[in-house]
């Protein structure tokens, strides 16, 4: 039997601001580069016609924000981003139960977090090693898997990654 192939985007959040110390890790906005760079790349898998049918994301600000601009690119409803406390300070283990929750309806799923947990999570499930996922970099990966219960070390073949500097002119 020919697998059906689930298509997962990991998308590490855009870049974030430091600017007030009286903000909790969790509340912090993105900056000025956040809000340039994340239209641009999702423009970039627009181009390519990825059109997730389900997104997920971290509940913070900064991972939230950089999911609502990707929707609206992307012509998502953005009420309809699933927010998953989990995502944030992810482990392993919790990253792979998320995406085994998808419901299998769902053909190509997208889920934004952080770092250092989307780029493990990325080496766990993908077939090459990606040093590092830089702020708003995308790592598609093409899920040997018919079922999101399946998701499994190594089941990704790496399909896509994008990162803002490819796109500086």
Not at 22 to 39: I, K, M, V
Not at 124 to 139: I, S
Not at 149 to 169: D, M, Q, S, W
């Amino acid at each position: 039997m020919n697998a059906q192939m689930k298509t997962l985007y990991l998308i590490r959040h855009a870049k974030s601001s430091w600017d007030d110390s009286s903000q909790t890790d969790f509340e912090r906005p993105l900056n000025d580069r956040g809000e340039h760079d994340a239209p641009i790349i999702a423009k970039a898998l627009l181009d390519k016609k990825i059109k997730p049918d389900l997104i997920v994301s971290s509940p913070a600000v900064r991972a939230l924000s950089t999911a609502k601009i990707f929707a609206k690119v992307l012509h998502y409803e953005s009420e309809n981003i699933l927010e998953e406390e989990r995502i944030y300070e992810a482990t392993m283990r919790e990253l792979t139960e998320v995406v085994r929750e998808i419901p299998d309806d769902v053909k190509c799923a997208m889920l934004f977090g952080h770092n250092p947990g989307i780029s493990n999570f990325v080496n766990l499930l993908g077939d090459q090693f990606v040093t590092d996922m830089p702020t708003c970099a995308v790592t598609g990966l093409e899920l040997k898997i018919n079922s999101w219960k399946e998701t499994e070390r190594h089941c990704g073949k790496i399909i896509l990654f994008e990162y803002p500097k490819k796109h500086k002119k």
